[in-house]
């Protein structure tokens, strides 16, 4: 492009462009029709209307800031510099923005995703005095009126920044918001766009990406091409039928959005879409890397990509200036771009950093990070956005007072987290809500940015000074590093300064076993040896077929391990974070490198008997337990005899089933009294602070919280994982004299956790719960386990799960989750015949609203897929049928259990051994006909289509990334397992996994009012519920 068409201001290219014979008439924007998104087509603006519009716009705007100026002031009108503009759509945004600039005033580009407090903070240090919202698709439905003389009307807002906290939702924005005075001067020209393009702009125009592109753009004549999709971020599909209608020949988006459309034609082996982004002219992307395996599977179908590497502060400082069609992913510095390459201070060699000289012409006002006024691009180490991460620790961890994630510019990330007063650091119960707390903050962090549990600094209210913040409570950054420096530094050190070259050429397990030992011992000596006050003894080997936690590593090691060597060392194996621990002798470890460089089918197997392994562990470490307590005689004499009365210990109350199950038990003239344990919090666990949890939980459920205060009730504060459950002497005593029964229902709802995972909270005390149904006079013991534990023990006569107890390990699925259920169960069957305990397995499925109000927990598969509906507007053709029960059902089969002195049929055996119970719902709804319900015009629920299941993983894999806006994200892993494992089995046997059936004959007989028919007024009262708590949308 030449000198001649590079334009000092908006308003220049806009006349030049209105006035040009050549471009005149032709399209400047193509948005979608206002209200109807793609379906009704795309909408055109000219050159020549789009001068028009933006100047009467830039009018508008003068005579309403000058007006609200004066008001304001009562004096004369002094100008508005500085203005906020927030807009939703893409057509508002820069017709807004361009309007603004014509006008004369500097705008701030707010992101509609951040926070209240932050677009507050950031307008009120831009100095702008005023916002500009637009109001959804009014300003682009006025764009006729606009060019009518004197028809503009009311088509935006224009507020004060101290109305903000009403117009901005508080989600984060995907970036730490920053202020940013940028200049405008090199952002008019570049190679990238040519006059005859017409440009498929995916950025939003807040970005600077997106600001880049929409200036490059008019700069050079080009047609704007804005997404018109319902929904964001849009699926594959759409971008074809945008691309296709508009004729674009040049593609700017996003490179997740790239990988996506990759990942769908790979898959689906579609050629039509790399066909389609084969015929454009250039397919540009910016903001982040593509991936490498992404951008050749695109080179190698003739796909041409341009990439450009800059940022806000210093604008465009690297694009792809060689032959794309050879070196798709080589960037050069541009030629105007200042700059100088310095050695990187540090431990790596050849690593240069890469500075931006303070003369340069595109560098932001106000931007210098170095002492000669320079800007260092800092992009060496891997940038970690901290505050939605810090938000999210201290919105699911009530005990948080305060929480910094600290560890910028180290190879490692670390979070201090400060409690509120009275609160005390060591608190069992409390560290476990922080830490899933932390897994929440970790979902949508990316990789690099994860919180490791050791990485975590957990201190009192005011402890060490407490976490710096200012009076609007808000992190005080520089001061924090300071602070903590020395802790900081002591949680990084796992991290590793001397990252392990890759191992390359290793692939028997014997070779790799050597160099996992040479390595460890190596690590150990370094870290644990010289690094002691008084240095220990160097190992000089490790035992190959014995723990390495049981020859002298602690967690922080095997974290360190795993980061400075096998990482580094297996760049192309996606090891899983708890590798140590799923395989933590060398010989297993060894095996399982090895199987995994082999191939992902093998690495998965051994997954899967590394986790079978650990549960054997388990359950053979509390048989010998068993063993010694029934070999000193820890058990009551005499034989069990029911009692008239029950006098119930009951775990894990307040959770879903364990509210109904308690309110059940207090109603019940069979129970005399119930002792609720319920697990303790900061607030040292006494009768006051439980009852509040318990009153809470039971408003939750629409449960009547006088219950909490009912004269059957004894509450405990207890904590699990202790010896007798935390319980003081006295309360532990009175359980083993005067009850005459347990249900134990608390249990860590985790199915990535391993076996082992699960000892300290839930095994652990399950094992203690057992002792005392034998301790002073015999108790029942009803454990509540889970169809999991049992799912693919298909043994009856027609491939179904019989009512039986199990003891095989390799009969409960993978997941951890159900191995420590079935340890538990085997564990509970064999204290049974050793002690004579009289224990119920009860296994429960699937679990329901409530049968009177809908109470269904909105966390489970079967509420998120019906939530899905309203962003994917589709449910997948097949799945499991619904067969779920509803939790009050479930309450009321299990107090029977519990209770009856006289069930239908029982036999002897039954009462005095062990009884296993299913409690699924034997009256199960098919798949389809459940669809047909939900389709029911007077559910309300919008309108979506049954597509294939494949079809249906591929709308979620490229749904919204947002937990919080699309919580069926969270699974997106559970259901690519489930219909991928669909695929690939091939016998019955093989597939049970999938959709076990599980008997029911015992259990109804026992119970006969277990029958439940999920029918159209039931989902009526759930979906109803689930409207009033807005978990879905409400009816307009």
Not at 523 to 545: C, I, R, W
Not at 682 to 688: I, K, L, N, T
Request: with cysteine; hydrophobic share 40%; net charge negative.
């Amino acid at each position: 492009m030449t000198d001649d068409f590079r334009f000092a201001t908006v308003t220049q290219a806009l006349e030049h462009y209105a006035k040009s014979p050549a471009h005149s008439r032709k399209a400047a924007i193509m948005h979608a029709r206002p209200g109807h998104g793609a379906a009704a087509g795309y909408q055109t603006l000219t050159f020549h209307a789009l001068n028009q519009v933006t100047a009467r716009l830039a009018s508008h705007y003068e005579t309403v800031f000058n007006k609200q100026q004066r008001q304001q002031q009562g004096g004369g009108p002094s100008k508005i510099k500085n203005v906020a503009l927030y807009a939703n759509s893409s057509p508002e945004y820069i017709l807004s923005l361009w309007a603004l600039l014509r006008a004369g005033y500097v705008p701030l580009c707010l992101s509609p995703r951040n926070s209240a407090a932050a677009v507050s903070h950031l307008a009120t240090k831009a100095q702008a005095a005023t916002v500009v919202r637009g109001r959804e698709s009014n300003l682009v439905a006025t764009t006729d009126a606009l060019l009518r003389e004197g028809a503009i009307g009311n088509v935006v807002d224009v507020i004060s920044p101290e109305e903000l906290q009403a117009i901005i939702d508080s989600v984060q924005a995907g970036q730490a918001p920053r202020y940013v005075a940028s200049l405008l001067t090199y952002k008019w020209f570049g190679e990238q766009a040519q006059p005859d393009d017409v440009s498929y702009v995916l950025p939003p125009f807040y970005h600077a990406y997106g600001i880049f592109v929409s200036f490059n753009n008019l700069g050079h004549g080009t047609t704007v091409v804005l997404p018109a999709v319902p929904s964001w971020p849009p699926t594959t599909q759409m971008l074809v039928e945008n691309i296709t209608e508009t004729k674009c020949n040049v593609l700017c988006l996003l490179p997740w959005l790239l990988e996506s459309m990759q990942a769908e034609a790979e898959e689906a082996q579609d050629e039509c879409i790399y066909k389609l982004l084969a015929g454009m002219r250039a397919v540009t992307y910016a903001a982040a890397a593509l991936n490498e395996r992404v951008g050749d599977a695109l080179h190698r179908k003739g796909v041409v990509l341009i990439n450009g590497y800059g940022s806000s502060e210093a604008g465009l400082v690297a694009a792809n200036q060689i032959d794309p069609c050879t070196h798709w992913n080589h960037i050069q510095i541009l030629p105007h771009v200042h700059h100088t390459m310095e050695s990187h201070v540090g431990r790596r060699p050849n690593l240069y950093r890469l500075v931006i000289k303070r003369d340069n012409p595109m560098l932001a006002l106000g931007q210098a990070n170095t002492p000669e006024g320079d800007y260092d691009m800092n992009d060496i180490l891997e940038r970690t956005n901290p505050t939605p991460m810090e938000a999210a620790v201290r919105n699911h961890c009530p005990a948080v007072l305060a929480a910094a994630v600290v560890g910028q510019q180290r190879f490692s990330t670390a979070l201090l987290v400060e409690l509120k007063p009275g609160i005390e650091p060591t608190t069992p119960d409390v560290l476990e809500s922080l830490w899933r707390a932390v897994q929440v903050a970790n979902q949508t962090a990316p990789q690099h940015s994860r919180i490791l549990r050791e990485m975590i600094h957990v201190m009192g209210a005011g402890e060490g000074g407490g976490i710096p913040r200012t009076d609007k409570g808000s992190l005080r950054r520089k001061h924090i590093e300071e602070r903590f420096k020395a802790r900081i530094d002591e949680l990084a050190r796992f991290a590793g300064v001397a990252p392990e070259a890759e191992a390359a050429g290793l692939s028997d397990p014997r070779d790799i076993a050597a160099w996992l030992e040479q390595r460890l011992v190596r690590l150990y000596n370094d870290q644990t040896v010289a690094a002691a006050a008084v240095p220990g003894e160097k190992l000089s080997g490790l035992e190959h077929d014995v723990s390495i936690f049981a020859q002298g590593f602690d967690s922080l090691l095997a974290t360190q391990f795993y980061h400075q060597y096998l990482r580094p060392a297996f760049p192309n194996l996606k090891l899983p974070a708890n590798l140590l621990y799923q395989c933590s002798d060398i010989d297993h470890l060894a095996a399982r490198l090895a199987a995994m460089l082999q191939g992902g089918a093998a690495a998965g197997g051994a997954d899967e008997r590394n986790t079978v392994r650990q549960a054997e562990e388990l359950y053979e470490k509390y048989l010998r337990q068993l063993d010694e307590d029934h070999a000193r005689g820890l058990q009551a004499g005499g034989a069990y005899a029911r009692p008239a009365v029950e006098r119930v210990v009951l775990t894990g109350c307040t959770g879903g089933l364990g509210l109904f199950l308690l309110a059940r038990l207090l109603d019940s003239p069979r129970v005399e009294r119930v002792y609720a344990l319920v697990r303790a919090g900061g607030g040292g666990g006494g009768r006051e602070s439980v009852e509040a949890k318990l009153s809470r939980a039971l408003r939750g459920k629409l449960l009547d919280p006088a219950l909490a205060e009912h004269d059957k009730l004894t509450l405990w504060g207890c904590h699990l994982n202790r010896p007798k459950l935390g319980l003081a002497d006295d309360q532990w005593d009175e359980l083993a004299r005067h009850s005459t029964s347990v249900i134990h229902n608390a249990w860590l709802l985790n199915f990535e956790a391993t076996p082992i995972e699960f000892e300290e909270s839930c095994i652990k005390p399950s094992y203690e719960l057992m002792r005392l149904c034998s301790a002073d006079a015999l108790k029942q013991y009803m454990f509540v386990s889970s169809i999991t534990a049992a799912i693919r023990n298909v043994a009856g006569p027609q491939g179904t799960v019989p009512e039986q107890v199990v003891d095989d390990q390799h009969r409960a699925s993978a997941m951890g989750y159900g191995q420590s259920k079935l340890v538990t169960e085997r564990l509970a069957a064999r204290y049974a015949e050793r002690f004579s305990v009289p224990v119920t397995i009860a296994r429960v499925g699937q679990i329901a609203g409530d049968s009177i109000h809908g109470t269904w927990n909105t966390s489970e598969h079967l509420p998120l897929m019906i939530k899905a509906i309203e962003t994917l507007r589709a449910m997948p053709d097949h799945y499991m049928s619904v067969d779920s029960l509803p939790v009050d059902v479930v309450a009321e089969t299990m107090t029977t259990l519990l209770t009856d002195a006289q069930l239908p049929g029982e036999t002897e055996a039954e009462r005095k051994n062990t009884r296993v119970a299913h409690l699924v719902n034997p009256v199960e709804l098919p798949w389809l006909d459940f669809l047909k319900i939900l389709q029911s015009p007077d559910l309300g629920l919008p309108k979506f289509r049954v597509v294939k299941a494949r079809k249906w993983l591929r709308l979620l894999e490229e749904s919204s990334p947002d937990p919080v806006a699309n919580p069926i994200k969270k699974l997106q892993g559970y259901f690519a397992d489930m219909y991928t494992a669909e695929e690939v089995t091939t016998t019955k046997a093989e597939s049970q996994g999938l959709e076990a059936k599980f008997e029911t004959v015992r259990t109804t007989q026992l119970v006969p009012s277990m029958h439940y028919n999920l029918n159209h007024d039931f989902w009526c009262k759930v979906i109803g519920h689930w409207r009033d708590i807005g978990f879905l949308q409400r009816l307009a």
